[in-house]
């Protein structure tokens, strides 16, 4: 589990809106989380957030456009951002008002394809 505490360290190093940081499976799991701001909420929101994801990837599935990559939903008070490592595992990040997404998406695109051997 070092190297999963450590890949959430290293985004939290390049994001610094970054509230929580949970490494998960599709079905709702967390497989390992870095806590930066505390908010009781944050985690239900991930939670719920999870079925957005597998509502997501059945959609992408279904009309044939492949895996599903990444997702970001924006809202007044944070963004979700959830990146694929692979097909049953992604990062989801909160993130607070004003983040700068672009950087968001390329530390969890990186940080993904770092964690994917310890997935395959």
Same mark, same amino acid.
């Given at each position: 589990?070092?190297?999963?505490?450590?890949? $959430?360290?290293?985004?939290?190093?390049? @994001?610094? =809106?970054?509230? $929580?940081?949970? #490494?998960?499976? &599709?079905?709702? #799991?967390?497989?390992?989380?870095?806590?930066?701001?505390?908010?009781?909420?944050?985690?239900?929101?991930?939670? =719920? %957030?999870?079925? $957005?994801?597998? !509502?997501?990837?059945?959609? !992408? &599935?279904?009309?044939?456009?492949?895996? /599903?990559? =990444?997702?970001? @939903?924006? &809202?007044?008070?944070?963004?979700? /951002?959830?990146?694929?490592?692979?097909?049953? %595992?992604?990062? *989801?990040?909160?993130?607070?008002?004003?983040?700068?997404?672009?950087? !968001?998406? *390329?530390?969890?695109? /990186?940080?993904?394809?770092?964690?994917?051997? =310890? *997935?395959?």
């Amino acid at each position: 589990m070092g190297g999963f505490a450590e890949a $959430l360290k290293a985004i939290a190093g390049k @994001v610094p =809106e970054a509230q $929580l940081l949970i #490494i998960m499976a &599709t079905d709702g #799991i967390p497989v390992q989380k870095l806590v930066v701001r505390q908010d009781p909420n944050l985690e239900a929101v991930a939670a =719920e %957030y999870t079925a $957005l994801l597998r !509502a997501s990837v059945s959609a !992408a &599935t279904d009309t044939g456009l492949g895996n /599903l990559h =990444e997702l970001a @939903v924006v &809202t007044d008070r944070m963004t979700a /951002l959830l990146v694929g490592i692979t097909p049953e %595992y992604f990062l *989801f990040a909160a993130l607070s008002p004003g983040a700068l997404l672009g950087r !968001a998406r *390329f530390a969890l695109r /990186l940080a993904g394809l770092s964690l994917q051997p =310890e *997935f395959l």
